[in-house]
């Protein structure tokens, strides 16, 4: 079992930065595959991104890639999510995922990971 915690969150204007961080604890952080997921008021969870065990393949969402930078550093058990380039329309709450199993859909789908974050919230004003 491991536990995550989320941190990192806050306000920020469009075109800002933020990053955040994912702190695990529990069995050996090098064995989960991780992702970060975000969800709006009023809508579904949606993927953002996702890194692998080594941390040498990562997947994005098409509305982040080139602005957000998923990554790990295994001896820290900790992923962060680098955001750049923030909008509006990136006011959500972010989760942070992890799972033990290979990824079927590049991490893509929550129904993917085992264990999540409680969330930490960002937002963009205009």
């Known amino acids: 079992q491991v536990q995550l915690v989320e941190s990192g969150g806050g306000l920020v204007q469009a075109g800002g930065s933020l990053r955040l961080s994912c702190a695990a604890s529990?069995?050996?952080?090098?064995?989960?595959?991780m992702g970060w997921f975000r969800q709006a008021p009023g809508k579904e969870r949606e993927f953002v991104a996702a890194?692998?065990?080594?941390?040498?393949?990562?997947y994005y969402a098409d509305s982040v890639k080139g602005r957000f930078t998923i990554s790990r550093v295994n001896a820290e058990n900790t992923v962060y999510l680098q955001m750049n380039s923030l909008k509006p329309e990136d006011t959500a709450v972010y989760y942070c995922?992890?799972?033990?199993?290979?990824?079927?859909?590049?991490?893509?789908?929550?129904?993917?990971?085992?264990?999540w974050g409680q969330g930490t919230r960002v937002t963009v004003s205009s």
């Open positions: 995922a992890a799972t033990v199993s290979s990824f079927t859909t590049r991490g893509t789908m929550s129904s993917e990971y085992n264990y």
């Open positions: 529990g069995r050996t952080f090098g064995s989960y595959n």
């Open positions: 890194i692998n065990r080594s941390g040498a393949s990562t």
